[in-house]
């Protein structure tokens, strides 16, 4: 028999490993990891006059950004802003061995992230698998994707004195450092959903223990199929 069992501290559990999931996928799949130095689009206009305002409009100064496969620019016959998708069609084309490298473990990390939000959603009715608890294994699952993650972005730094990094950095840019470029928020939420993702594996002891607790288990003796207990 199903018993549906839901405490605040699995239902927070389960909240923050959707979260640390999301948004570990959403960084991952942005642009906004380098944000470049100020500049203006190149310039192809050689006309007349006529057409000066359009291309003060169009050489307005902005700021670039660089993820770990994409970018995000703007050219001079572009109206409608910036233009943004990946640069690198195949995994081969990504701009640095290191940021291939902090690809496949951020894909791992986030991979197993998303396998633990999937199951977490489910842990409401089940407790437990082969006779192991599901929040002991989910917050294995979610220790071992924080490693992930933290190698990860350890590796991403020294991509910096890549070409492609250059481009968007000036020349002074190199391994751990960033020349003229600063980090954009993508950098962040993945750091700060790995804290959250470590977070998680610690509090999912807790949601264990709140869902095995003995006021849960005196319910399911008097028969109560829906146990809800703060």
């Known amino acids: ?27 991952f799949m942005s642009s906004d990891w380098l944000v470049g130095f100020p500049r203006t689009p190149d310039h192809h206009h050689h006309g007349s006059s006529s057409s000066s ?3 003060a409009a169009a050489g307005e100064a902005y700021r670039p950004t660089l993820g770990i496969y994409g970018r995000c620019v703007k ?33 791992a990390g986030i991979l197993l992230l998303c396998a633990v939000a999937f199951i977490s959603v489910f842990t409401v009715c089940f407790q437990s ?3 192991k608890s599901i929040f002991n294994v989910c917050g294995l699952l979610q220790g071992i994707a924080g490693l992930f993650l933290i190698l990860g972005l350890m590796l991403y730094p020294a991509g910096w004195g890549s070409d492609k990094a250059r481009l968007y950095c ?6 751990y450092r960033a020349g003229l470029c600063s980090m954009g928020w993508a950098f962040y939420t993945a750091a700060g959903g790995t804290a959250l993702t470590f977070l998680c594996a610690v509090f999912s002891a807790q949601a264990e223990i709140a869902t095995s607790s003995d ?6 003796e008097e028969g109560k199929s829906l146990i809800c207990l703060l």
């Not at 006021?215 to 399911?220: A, D, G, L, S, T």
């Open 129 to 131: 698998i082969m006779k």
């Open 170 to 175: 000036g020349a002074e840019a190199a391994p």
């Open 75 to 107: 050219l001079p016959h572009l109206q409608r802003g910036v233009l943004c998708g990946p640069y690198a069609v195949h995994f081969g084309e990504i701009a640095s061995g290191f940021w291939q490298a902090t690809s496949i473990f951020l894909a």
């Open 215 to 220: 006021k849960v288990q005196e319910e399911i």
């Open 53 to 55: 305002s359009s291309s």
């Open 1 to 27: 028999m199903c018993h549906v069992i839901v405490t605040c501290r699995s239902m927070l559990w389960t909240l923050l490993s959707i979260v640390a999931a999301f948004g570990e996928l959403i960084a």
